[in-house]
């Protein structure tokens, strides 16, 4: 590893952690017997750690701005960036700790050798940062990291002492409180070795992980390695808005993926889970299967079986007519088989209107042009966005589905795979399946057609053709079930995905496209007569137009 970068920067980082680890001891010495000299000559440095910080940092700029830097060598330059930024912060924190204690009046009260102790596993993890970073030392990482956690119990309980200590009579205060400052200053000096040890790793693994991260990876990893008999590499595919990420896990010869990692939050990771797992009891087949599961603290991680195939997105935007027509008799078949497996006669309301205006506060913080109070024209009331979509929530609730079906919940078209060889569709991404409203993935994967960012003429043709397609199959499926609101909800739903979507979107003429498709859905809903809600027809040639 140590080939991989120059000796100049090796040098600013071995200058860098000895001059952190001599601040550590000069706050050691401050502990044992403090003096204004050792405050003194502590201050006096305050800019030579931030002086090769720099240095660190600027060569790292000239190297990454190099067409030939190879991607091992960035991961690692990048790192050192940030392992040099939490390096000089532990120089910060260090005269932060002598500036509380210099105004101590007896130090030797406050048990100094308990802070001094603290200190000291500090300056044990500085010592492996440079091994544990130039020789993609993991396990030395590891160690760093841990210390983490025994700076937090140590420093806890000096915190409770100093409370303890507080609520007695005749306690000197200002003393007290600037020891509880210095345990919290050390618990600050524990989360920059967490980080170190986090920043090292990642750059061992060629992505961002945390250490509830690396040891559900670790553990599952190695329990599908014992399966497969092989080495096996991981490679980042994606990272959901929710702040779950996805991996890819194959083996060292074999650019196929052998299975796929996913983590996060444990919440969101549980919802996914059980999303798959009631797939399988549902409608067997269409979900993948759960090889493992692992929960660690308030993180978990799934391994997912990898489904060979390509993702509609993919197929939309990359193959050929024939392939993408395929898909979609594929889809739409698929679909209409779970509707039909899946059907209750329980009415349901999807809540198209208050999922809108759950998500307003975000669209508005993206589109803030969006926020609008509302004018007249020519003697015509105009609406403010917001009334409109309490007035249509009003009216909604008049609109419940004469049925419900078990969905997907999250319809986007890459969240669709198709497999050409076996002819096979299936679903990932399932954390939000229920029995809902069927038009809810309709009106869904409509808008996550368009919202596409694709500006050539007749692939945008191709996708807005599709999204009138899939329209026009789920209206006869709607005519085959009597179901005589369909069109008025879909305009519903099309008005909630568009209006919602434009908080991922920042293109400002696409964004205020989708928002004003969403205002003429809502207006035509409000329009309506509902005692002929039958006649009522999505002006779909207007909203999906070439």
Not at 134 to 154: F, H, I, M, N, Y
Not at 180 to 201: C, K, N, P, T, Y
Not at 338 to 354: F, K, L, P
Request: charged content about 30%; overall charge neutral.
């Amino acid at each position: 590893m140590t080939s991989r970068l120059p000796e100049g920067l090796q040098d600013n980082l071995r200058f860098l952690c000895v001059e952190v680890d001599s601040q550590l001891a000069n706050l050691q010495a401050f502990l044992e017997a403090p003096s204004a000299a050792i405050a003194r000559r502590v201050s006096d440095r305050d800019g030579y750690a931030r002086n090769l910080k720099m240095r660190i940092h600027a060569e790292c700029v000239r190297l990454l701005s190099r067409k030939k830097t190879g991607e091992a060598r960035r991961r690692v330059l990048r790192s050192l960036e940030m392992v040099a930024t939490d390096l000089d912060r532990l120089t910060e924190l260090g005269r932060a700790s002598i500036r509380q204690l210099g105004g101590v009046d007896d130090l030797s009260a406050l048990s100094p050798a308990a802070f001094d102790a603290m200190i000291e596993l500090v300056r044990s993890g500085i010592g492996q940062v440079e091994t544990a970073l130039l020789d993609s030392d993991t396990q030395r990482a590891l160690e760093v990291g841990r210390l983490q956690e025994k700076l937090q119990k140590r420093a806890r309980k000096r915190i409770d002492e100093g409370v303890a200590a507080l609520k007695k009579p005749d306690n000197n205060t200002e003393d007290l409180t600037r020891a509880l400052f210095v345990a919290q200053i050390s618990q600050q000096m524990g989360d920059v070795l967490r980080h170190l040890s986090e920043v090292i790793i990642s750059a061992n693994l060629g992505q961002s992980v945390n250490f509830e991260r690396y040891y559900s990876l670790q553990s599952l990893v190695e329990e599908l390695a014992a399966g497969e008999g092989d080495e096996l590499s991981l490679a980042p595919i994606a990272e959901t808005r929710s702040g779950s990420r996805i991996s890819g896990i194959s083996n060292g010869d074999d650019d196929d993926y052998v299975a796929v990692f996913k983590d996060g939050l444990k919440r969101k990771v549980k919802e996914e889970r059980q999303g798959v797992e009631s797939w399988h009891e549902i409608y067997p087949g269409l979900a993948p299967k759960i090889l493992s599961y692992r929960k660690r603290g308030q993180s978990a991680a799934l391994l997912i079986e990898h489904l060979p195939g390509l993702t509609f997105e993919n197929i939309l935007l990359n193959e050929s007519p024939e392939l993408l027509d395929d898909a979609l008799q594929r889809l739409t078949r698929t679909l209409k088989s779970v509707w039909r497996e899946t059907w209750t006669a329980q009415s349901v309301a999807a809540g198209y209107m208050q999922q809108l205006e759950k998500r307003l506060d975000e669209v508005y913080k993206i589109h803030p042009e969006f926020r609008n109070s509302g004018a007249s024209l020519c003697g015509v009331e105009l609406l403010a966005f917001d009334d409109l979509v309490a007035r249509a929530r009003r009216r909604e609730a008049d609109l419940p589905a004469p049925f419900s079906v078990y969905i997907h919940g999250d319809f986007n078209v890459d969240n669709i795979i198709y497999d050409p060889l076996e002819r096979r569709i299936n679903f990932i991404d399932l954390h939000r399946s229920s029995y809902m409203d069927y038009v809810q993935d309709v009106s869904v994967f409509m808008v996550s057609n368009y919202r596409l960012q694709i500006r050539d003429v007749p692939l945008r043709q191709r996708i807005m053709g599709l999204a009138r397609e899939f329209y026009r199959v789920a209206r006869r499926y709607a005519v085959s079930q009597g179901d005589t609101t369909f069109e008025l909800r879909l305009a519903l739903g099309l008005a909630r995905s568009f209006a919602t979507s434009t908080r991922f979107i920042l293109d400002p003429s696409l964004a205020n496209a989708m928002f004003l498709r969403a205002r003429y859905l809502l207006e035509r809903v409000l329009a309506a007569d509902l005692d002929k809600a039958d006649r009522f027809r999505l002006p779909l040639k207007e909203i999906f137009v070439d």
